[in-house]
């Protein structure tokens, strides 16, 4: 089966719904499922002013609703306020939770079930909740094991005995933007950009490490969710004693927690010169390190049982501490000299461990919340995280989250500049919300009320019925296997064809990684079949146009849910499943809360991690969740597809498609317009 290259059913309605037919537009598609030609034109997504917002669950929270918490944004509270008790008890009756399940059942007999997927689970420890196939850590079980992991503004690498430190322990590198290599210009575009621009890899500025890892060390990840995962570094694979490093999104600070080892901090930078500093009152030991580039870094020591690691000087590349020690390591890049120095200062001895999003809608305001649990200090007197916010974020902070803000900042990659925030939670609020849009043409850029298209000209209205007109030639049967757009009654015919599993590569369950798949990868050998679905690759995409074709049909025919309902669900749960209650798929495979876009890679080892590919099918993806929520009369899906589409135009705004002024890339960069994948 080719799941990208079945049909998209777009349909302009200037009438009642049987008027519906020759107004439906269709196009031949690639067919050969090769990976480098584009599977579908994109959507043409009009300047998008919607705001941004929603939020979602990591493990553990309230598995029997998949759990999303009331927050209230301070416009709400005002409103509130002004309305007296009543409209707040109203109010909180009319919010729409975000994440609830769609379905908890297995998948249906017609799928088969298959345990041998191709890719291997390397060093994964056992854990009930399916496993994420394409989120930031996925590097650390895939391939050689020995490319980045970016948790933003940081990057962590296995170093696997290379450079000069020739270490085994777990590298931390942090890019400022004079790091920077710009690509030759492009003639071809108004300004001569720069075509592209590179961010250096591999660094190994900082190395947490130990004496006993040597080419003997193993890494192996657990508790696997979507915001966070714990990598460990152990000196051969039947060891008690370990480095564990929990890896979260946007942690400020990275923690290297060991259990009987002796520490060793490296460095291939080389290290100019190394302070101890001052014992806090809570017994953390600091010490204050400048390398040779002149990057300044801070090293914070929390014993288990009191212990001073001693950490001394051995070579230029070398920090070595005492035998058997336990406890755990902090290093932060410092920018800001004493200042940044104090703001760190006051958030070590606590380290988060994952992150809880929760999430609803009340009419057309989404709020969202990250609420991080942390481990550490963490006493009644214990220190706030430190947590660093992408641009997005900042522009979306709402209640006390403004006035957590610090004036420490970071360069991130590709996402601007990254502001340290001193709170356990934060709290997002986007208005605005795409309520109105539906299946008709939409304009963002108008007042609500006045977005949505009632009735479309009649120039409009010939040159789409000409255009269907022509289309509606084509042999629909030959095409059926592959790729079509087609007329109602074509539409439904071709669409039986897949979801009773009958096409060329049916899809089957992966009880492995826990997700729907096609076949074609299993049965021809090719990883990139079907454009590496089998993979995980793009599954968001692929299933969009489904999804959304779907809805059409369901919205002319609303007696066609009872036989497809199940199967559209299905593909809704693999790619975007909103809830932890459903053990048969991870949480939001594609879309990255944090990041606030997906991620099309999936079981890929990549030098430089995960990419998004494509922002316009991204966004489709989101409206077709919204339509075939609101057709099925899911309001928990149709709400959380209105905040993904909000949150989208957000951050597509803000990384991918580049506005004048944009200063989340570089000014020699910018004048290209749209970035790459």
Not at 14 to 31: H, M, W
Not at 457 to 479: C, F, L, R, W
């Amino acid at each position: 089966m080719l799941v990208e290259r079945i049909f998209r059913a777009v349909t302009f309605f200037n009438g009642p719904k049987s008027d519906a037919f020759n107004q439906i537009i269709n196009t031949v598609l690639e067919t050969d499922g090769r990976p480098s030609i584009q599977p579908f034109p994109s959507p043409s997504v009009p300047p998008v002013t919607v705001p941004t917002a929603l939020s979602a669950t990591a493990p553990p929270l309230n598995t029997s609703t998949g759990y999303s918490k009331i927050v209230t944004s301070p416009k709400i509270n005002s409103t509130y306020r002004y309305l007296g008790r009543r409209a707040v008890k109203q109010a909180m009756i009319d919010q729409t939770e975000v994440f609830r399940p769609v379905a908890t059942q297995p998948p249906p007999r017609h799928i088969p079930l298959r345990g041998d997927h191709p890719a291997p689970r390397l060093n994964i420890a056992p854990q009930s909740a399916p496993l994420s196939t394409n989120k930031f850590y996925a590097n650390f079980f895939l391939g050689s094991q020995g490319q980045g992991v970016w948790t933003h503004p940081y990057s962590l690498t296995w170093s696997k005995g290379t450079q000069s430190a020739k270490s085994w322990g777990m590298a931390v590198s942090h890019i400022d933007a004079d790091q920077r290599v710009l690509g030759p210009r492009n003639d071809g575009v108004p300004g001569s950009p720069a075509q592209y621009y590179i961010n250096p890899i591999a660094i190994q500025s900082i190395i947490i490490s130990a004496a006993e890892l040597g080419n003997s060390t193993m890494l192996t990840t657990d508790s696997l969710q979507a915001f966070s995962a714990n990598a460990n570094l152990l000196p051969q694979a039947s060891s008690s004693s370990k480095i564990t490093f929990p890896l979260v999104q946007g942690m400020g600070l990275v923690t290297g927690i060991y259990t009987k080892l002796q520490p060793v901090i490296q460095s291939s930078v080389i290290f100019r010169s190394v302070s101890v500093g001052a014992r806090s009152s809570t017994g953390i030991f600091k010490y204050q390190i400048t390398l040779e580039d002149n990057k300044s870094w801070l090293l914070y020591a929390t014993p288990r049982n009191g212990q001073d690691p001693q950490l001394s000087l051995v070579s230029n590349t070398e920090l070595r501490g005492v035998p058997s020690w336990s406890g755990f390591i902090q290093i932060a890049k410092n920018p800001a000299g004493s200042s940044g120095e104090y703001t760190y200062d006051n958030a070590a001895g606590v380290y988060p461990t994952a992150m809880d999003l929760t999430a609803s809608t009340f009419s057309q305001t989404g709020t969202y919340e990250f609420r991080w649990r942390k481990a550490g200090l963490t006493g009644e007197n214990g220190s706030k995280l430190l947590m660093f916010a992408l641009p997005h974020h900042v522009e979306s902070f709402a209640g006390p989250t403004p006035f957590a803000t610090t004036p420490l900042h970071l360069q991130t990659t590709t996402k601007g500049i990254a502001t340290a925030v001193v709170a356990d939670f934060w709290t997002l609020v986007e208005g605005n919300l795409p309520v109105d849009m539906g299946f008709a043409p939409w304009n963002g850029s108008l007042p609500q009320g006045s977005r949505s298209t009632k009735r479309l000209s009649p120039t409009a209205i010939d040159i789409i019925h000409t255009v269907a007109a022509s289309e509606i030639k084509q042999d629909m049967g030959s095409q059926t296997d592959l790729d079509t757009r087609l007329g109602l009654s074509q539409l439904k015919v071709a669409f039986t064809q897949f979801s009773t599993n009958q096409q060329k590569y049916p899809l089957v369950y992966d009880t492995a990684w826990k997700g729907l798949v096609s076949s074609g990868s299993y049965i021809t050998g090719d990883a990139g079949q079907d454009f590496g679905n089998s993979y995980y690759n793009d599954h968001h995409f692929h299933y969009a146009y489904f999804i959304h074709a779907a809805a059409i049909i369901a919205y002319l025919e609303p007696q066609w849910l009872q036989l497809n309902k199940e199967w559209v669900d299905l593909l809704v749960r693999d790619a975007a499943n909103p809830s932890i209650s459903d053990q048969y798929f991870p949480f939001s495979r594609a879309f990255d809360w944090y990041h606030g876009h997906s991620w099309a890679k999936g079981l890929f080892e990549s030098a430089d991690a995960k990419d998004e590919e494509s922002s316009s099918e991204d966004a489709f993806f989101a409206y077709a969740i919204k339509m075939w929520g609101r057709v099925t009369g899911d309001p928990s899906m149709e709400a959380r597809g209105n905040l993904m589409l909000s949150l989208l135009a957000r951050t597509l705004r803000n990384y991918f498609l580049m506005q004048d002024g944009n200063t989340n890339h570089p000014a020699e960069f910018i004048g290209n317009k749209v970035t790459g994948i």
